[in-house]
């Protein structure tokens, strides 16, 4: 039961942080509840951005990852994350430039001054449904980390309850503000304890060699990789899952939502250059947890395997360490979840209700934005509760689906010629390939390289041609007034300096 103490008391710290932010005034207005009135530093954007990433994929998920697939999971984070922030910074470095001069609030504004109302709405409801598999991935692992560390007496259905009530209370009253100093808190925190259970796992055997040898020799399988990929790993899926990765994070709310709170361009670039390289050792120490612990905990399977994390923290520290190192974990979920649903929340109210309803009131786009916080939390706890998934490859699938958007973003931004008809179409043919190769094959012609698609996964695919139909679709249209009048804003001169 410590452990429960410990993650209540994180909990209720949370709540408080984000109640300070709402007695002093922080959600008065759209843009301090929706951006924190472009306020936030260096430190808190960067460890904010890194908490609502880092998240029961990075901790849970990665872990359980390395232990059933081993090595060739670091091989999907450096194909991920080292081209990660550049990229990022690429892309919404306008978004940045853009949204402070049109004071925008919600992903879906570049899209709907670049594209129309329609591309603007297509888009947030895409965004919500590839956001569902991921946040329910984090509550998921929520639950499951609470039912090993108290030892059944919090069953994983209660533990689908316990945090994401707090998670859901602190994002309505502190918005986006009272969000970002809780992650920041989090993200520190669990970083901390990452390399403190590393170092304790690796401890067990003698150290970080003596371990992996014992690895290699009961399962080194675990060590293939290459064109065969032996029994696990071959390049194709390395590249097709990390590529998934790589370009979901591009297009999720949260960068969105960092780049509109951010006080300064140099904070912006700071936040997102600085990112690959953090995440790429915080989530690599998790992996190789998962990589040692099947020395320590041997013999878990599927689903089970999410529990590697809390189990070789159990196996390898004293009972009140363990209990900080899980609840590092939890920190790492209870931010990624924060920040899905408070942007997803954003996007609803700001771009479909607002969009529809011009004269709706700053008072009521807060109060129907805390609706629909206590909506999709709802909803992603109902779909939660029957596992059969893990939280990795859950993760993976929601990248992969939100990855098809990214098309319809690098041309709102950087190719004059882009149109709303090769923007919709894209989006709408990528995510029917995704649910299309999902229904035919399971999570395995999504996440696994495939004969009939050229020994490409689902989402590769579906990525590739969601890219052919954007550029076909737009050559093969005339640019509207929309897209024509946009031109003047998104290509001003000054935007390229």
């Given at each position: 039961m410590v452990a429960v103490t410990i993650i209540t008391g994180l909990c209720l710290i949370s709540v408080y942080i984000s109640y300070v932010a709402f007695r002093k005034g922080f959600t008065k207005t759209a843009d301090d509840y929706f951006v924190a009135g472009s306020s936030l530093g260096y430190f808190v954007l960067i460890f904010s951005l890194l908490a609502s990433f880092l998240s029961a994929f990075s901790m849970f998920g990665m872990s359980s990852f390395g232990y059933r697939l081993g090595f060739g999971s670091l091989y999907v984070l450096t194909a991920n994350l080292v081209p990660l922030g550049f990229l990022?910074?690429?892309?919404?470095?306008?978004?940045?430039?853009?949204?402070?001069?049109?004071?925008?609030?919600?992903?879906?504004?570049p899209f709907g001054e670049r594209y129309g109302t329609p591309m603007r709405i297509v888009l947030v409801l895409v965004v919500l449904v590839a956001s569902i598999p991921y946040v329910v991935a984090q509550i998921q692992g929520i639950g499951v980390m609470l039912e090993a560390m108290s030892e059944g007496i919090i069953s994983f259905h209660m533990g689908l309850f316990f945090v994401p009530f707090f998670i859901a209370l602190y994002l309505m009253m502190g918005g986006m503000k009272g969000a970002a100093w809780v992650n920041a808190i989090q993200g520190v925190f669990f970083s901390i304890m990452v390399f403190v259970l590393f170092f304790f796992v690796m401890m067990k055997n003698g150290g970080f060699v003596p371990t992996m040898e014992m690895v290699m020799a009961k399962h080194p399988n675990l060590f293939q990789i290459g064109w065969a990929g032996g029994k696990v790993w071959s390049y194709p899926m390395i590249f097709g899952m990390a590529a998934a990765m790589c370009l979901g994070c591009v297009c999720f709310p949260q960068p969105f939502m960092h780049a509109y709170s951010s006080r300064s361009a140099r904070g912006l670039k700071a936040m997102f250059l600085s990112f690959g390289g953090i995440c790429l050792v915080v989530i690599t120490l998790p992996t190789l947890v998962g990589i040692a612990g099947n020395v320590i905990v041997p013999g878990l399977k599927g689903v089970a395997a999410d529990k590697i994390y809390g189990l070789v923290a159990a196996a390898t520290m004293p009972d009140w360490l363990a209990a900080f190192a899980v609840a590092g974990g939890f920190t790492a979920a209870m931010s990624t979840v924060n920040g899905l649903v408070f942007?997803?929340?954003?996007?609803?109210?700001?771009?479909?209700?607002?969009?529809?309803?011009?004269?709706?009131?700053?008072?009521?786009?807060i109060t129907i934005a805390r609706v629909f916080v206590a909506l999709i939390m709802a909803l992603c706890v109902f779909i939660a509760w029957n596992p059969n998934t893990p939280v990795a490859e859950l993760s993976i699938i929601a990248f992969g689906t939100v990855a098809v958007t990214f098309f319809a973003l690098w041309g709102a931004y950087y190719w004059k010629r882009a149109t709303a008809t090769g923007a919709i179409l894209s989006t709408l043919v990528g995510v029917a390939l995704n649910v299309t190769f999902f229904l035919v094959g399971g999570k395995a012609w999504v996440l696994f390289p495939q004969r009939a698609l050229l020994n490409m996964n689902g989402f590769l695919a579906a990525f590739i041609i969601s890219g052919i139909v954007f550029f076909v679709g737009s050559y093969l249209t005339t640019p509207g007034k929309t897209e024509e009048k946009s031109l003047s804003l998104f290509f001003h001169p000054v935007l390229t300096k």
């Open positions: 990022w910074y690429f892309m919404h470095k306008k978004t940045f430039l853009l949204g402070r001069a049109r004071k925008w609030m919600t992903m879906g504004a942007g997803n929340a954003a996007n609803l109210s700001v771009d479909i209700i607002k969009t529809l309803r011009p004269e709706t009131r700053s008072s009521e786009l």
